[in-house]
């Protein structure tokens, strides 16, 4: 295995993680955590629009769903967080199996366009349904609290974040390389031939938009105990272009490539944020310049390049091979 | 009893019959070809088996159950596999992976299974690797197991399709096309390749096609399709001495050279 495999430098790089609250300040926790919900957000999306082709555009909404879902029953029903956080995953994960809906009849630029309605709607909803999401203002959530374990707040997220960034990755990367991944692929690269197949369109478009929805709805509710707010601006559509160029940089079609992009736009994000307005701007000119030059995103750079950042559609052979012979004694001439 | 039943099949795109009233049996094990000019219905017939298409009238039944109303998937699931005129390998996987989906029908594994990389999973995935390879060694392909899908010469890829559709182990294969844009002497490998389908797998197939030499050749029985209707059913020299059928393709060919000058 090469020194610069993705194994290996993942690792380096989890391992700087875990040391990072001893190292760091309260802003560079504060930034790690962000990083984290925007892995999650990338991975989901990516899953989506990578790999089932489905050009969606209501992630954004749906982080907004599990923000609100979360913040809102913390709030109004006084539930604790980490009864209101699955909550809000749950039910952005059921929104995404509403929006599957449409997406069975509709493919491209009207998928696109009505996700984006449906992102709309949502905003409207956010800042109208005053009663129940105190409208445009916002409001602010409890801080919540880690006890009995002995950490603080923001250290106790830190890592409650960073473990299910991992644990949901390490999730998406073995779905990507089973039937499921594969199905996905199949479906954006030929509807008729996938068919033609016995793979169910309905099914696994409606599975990957429910993922989406799951992932982004995680974030939602660790992104509401981050910034202890919530408004409706938090999830617009600048938002839904963070998303997605996070994917587009990082490489369509590839939960590495999320990863990498969600970094290298973290990065952007925090690097631009004294100029505000420019981060439309940047982030706007990096999708261009990506879409025209670099189709498949920085990963395909290193999958050429660099050798042990393969991500084939299937489990590493020699490996599930070994585990497949013990027990099965019946293998002829062995 | 016949493996698959075409009853009286009607279609109409707008006020258009593209079928009209076709009707034919296939029996199990049989090669059937299908010809007829540009235009006479051939590919819609074919959708309108696999269910792409549904028919406005008639029904279509195999080994017995009515294939009409179901989903392409369904009808898949039952045993029905499809290549199409253009290749339609998935261009982003490797030539290995469009194989194993074409076990995606024999294999179980769920979301859990799959995403925290259960034991089950990881034996169906290995035993789906082994049995492309070897399906893929079938074609004489296996060389090209890890290019990606992409890379395959265009009479390579039609061999994976058919391939890819094979691996699923259905009852009956309806080809359109597979022939075209072969070299003369990759035809006569394909006419080999396709009677071992037949006589080592035992799977009944349909044939549409351009390239008449095959379809005489290696078909049992050949339908002819005009305008959308049957005109002739039969064996290959039944069907080539029918004066119907040479005045439905030399009619044709005589109004485009009339057309032409
Ligand atoms: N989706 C469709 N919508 C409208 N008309 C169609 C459609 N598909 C086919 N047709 C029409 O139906 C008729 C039969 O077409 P079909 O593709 O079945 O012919 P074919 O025999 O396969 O021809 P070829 O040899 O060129 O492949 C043609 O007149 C065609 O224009
Ligand atoms: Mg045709």
Redesign the interface.
């Known amino acids: 295995m090469p020194v610069f495999s993705r194994r290996n430098v993942l690792l380096v790089l989890l391992a700087g993680a875990l040391i990072l609250p001893w190292m760091g300040n309260p802003y560079t926790l504060f930034v790690g955590t962000l990083l984290f919900i925007y892995v999650l957000l990338a991975v989901g999306l990516n899953l989506l629009v990578g790999y089932a082709g489905q050009l969606a555009f209501a992630n954004a909404a749906m982080f907004g769903i599990g923000a609100y879902t979360t913040g809102l029953l913390q709030v109004r029903l006084e539930l604790p967080f980490f009864a209101a956080f699955p909550c809000g995953a749950v039910v952005a994960t059921l929104v995404g199996l509403v929006i599957s809906l449409p997406a069975l009849r509709l493919s491209g630029l009207y998928l696109a366009l009505t996700t984006l309605a449906f992102a709309q709607a949502t905003q409207w909803v956010f800042l109208h349904w005053e009663n129940v999401t105190f409208g445009a203002g916002g409001f602010k959530t409890p801080l919540i609290s880690f006890a009995p374990l002995p950490v603080e707040t923001p250290t106790g997220l830190y890592f409650l974040s960073l473990l299910l960034a991992v644990l949901l990755t390490l ?2 990367w ?2 990507a390389a ?6 996905f ?2 479906i ?3 509807e ?10 309905l099914r696994y478009k409606a ?1 990957a938009f429910a993922m989406s929805g799951f992932y982004a709805g995680v974030a939602g509710g660790l992104y509401s105990a981050l910034l202890n707010f919530v408004a409706p601006e938090g999830f617009d559509l600048f938002q839904m272009v963070l998303h997605k160029a996070m994917i587009v940089v990082g490489g369509l ?1 590839s939960v590495t490539g999320s990863l990498l992009g969600a970094g290298i736009l973290v990065f952007l994000l925090e690097a631009l944020r004294a100029f505000k307005g420019t981060q439309e701007i940047a982030f706007g000119a990096l999708l261009l310049v990506f879409v025209i030059f670099l189709r498949g995103g920085l990963v395909s750079v290193l999958k050429r390049n660099a050798r042990g950042w393969e991500e ?4 590493p ?1 020699r ?3 070994l ?2 012979r013990p027990g099965t004694a019946s293998v002829p001439g062995e | 009893m016949s493996l698959l039943v075409v009853d009286n099949v009607t279609l109409r795109f707008g006020g258009v019959a593209a079928l009209d009233g076709v009707a034919t049996e296939i029996g199990r094990g049989e090669i059937r070809g299908i010809i007829g000019p540009n235009g006479s219905g051939k590919t819609t017939l074919l959708n309108a088996i696999c269910g792409i298409h549904r028919p406005d009238a008639g029904e279509i039944r195999l080994d017995g159950e009515k294939l009409t109303g179901l989903k392409p998937s369904e009808i898949a699931r039952r045993g029905l596999g499809r290549t199409f005129q253009t290749s339609q390998l998935f261009r982003g996987m490797t030539v290995l992976e469009n194989m194993i989906c074409g076990l995606h029908r024999r294999t179980t594994t769920g979301l859990l299974a799959a995403g925290l990389r259960l034991r089950s999973a990881r034996a169906e995935e290995a035993e789906t690797v082994e049995r492309a390879r070897a399906a893929l060694d079938f074609v004489g392909m296996g060389a090209f197991a890890d290019r990606p899908a992409s890379a395959l010469s265009f009479g390579q890829q039609r061999v994976v399709e058919i391939a890819r559709t094979l691996i699923g182990e259905p009852k009956i294969v309806l080809l359109d096309e597979p022939a075209v844009g072969l070299s003369l002497n990759r035809v006569a490998e394909f006419d080999a390749l396709l009677r071992r389908i037949r006589d080592e797998k035992g799977v009944t197939l349909v044939l549409v096609e351009h390239v008449i030499r095959l379809v005489m050749e290696i078909s049992d029985r050949i339908t002819v399709l005009n305008s959308g209707r049957k005109i002739a059913e039969g064996k290959p020299v039944e069907v080539r001495n029918n004066p119907e059928v040479i005045e439905a393709y030399l009619g044709k060919e005589l109004r485009a050279r009339r057309a032409a000058s």
Do not use: K, Q, T
């Open positions: 999730f998406a073995n779905v089973s039937r499921i991944g594969r199905a692929v199949a954006r690269d030929g008729v031939a996938a068919e033609s197949l016995g793979i169910d369109l599975l079609g084939p559609l299937r489990l052979e490996r599930a091979r585990l497949a």
